[in-house]
């Protein structure tokens, strides 16, 4: 089953302590991107990569750190976490090709930070 | 990217069709419409998307006008478990183009 998977799906940390969101996906996608949702803003792109060892800013990429050192997973860090950043994660991945290339969502991420 | 506009909101009784309208009338030639909805807090799912030509699949059907400029995702027997937002979104098949998802409408299937 196609999948994109999140780990963990429920966090609550403290200002300053760093962390990382695991992403991984089973469809051999180049594509894969991080979005944060907040109430009000919708979806907004963090960072994305088209393939190992290529990634780029999204549209808020401050105080976040991403790396694709394997084409599967793509983790989403948080060095110094701020309040500001609690919110509802999503890992996506994209296929490559074909007819329309859509996107798939994991199941999201819910982070506290107090 | 262009543009879509879609209502905020709209209410549906279960059982009947569902028809969520969205205007894209700044569109070009190569771009998709797609729909996705999240239900509650989930992740977005795909629905469907079509170039110009009408589309059904298991899910729903999409209607795009013969200009292009608006669209309309039809469910046809809507449930309450297709309560959610859904969102419309115009992009090129681009491998490098990202995904703009803007605020969708909100339906609610009322029993």
Redesign the interface.
Known sequence: EAQ?TQNPRYLITVTGKKLTVTCSQNMNH??M?WYR?DPGL??R?IY?S?NVEVTDK?DVPEGYKVSRKEKRNFPLILESPSPNQTS?Y?C?S?G??G??????????S?LTVV | DAKTTQPPSMDCAEGRAANLPCNHSTISGNEYVYWYRQIHSQGPQYIIHGLKNNETNEMASLIITEDRKSSTLILPHATLRDTAVYYCIVRVVNYGQNFVFGPGTRLSVLP
């Open positions: 994109v180049e594509y991107s949702q919708g979806l792109q994305y088209m999204g509802l999503f996506a994209r490559n090709s007819y329309g290339n859509t996107i798939y969502f994991g199941e999201g819910w």
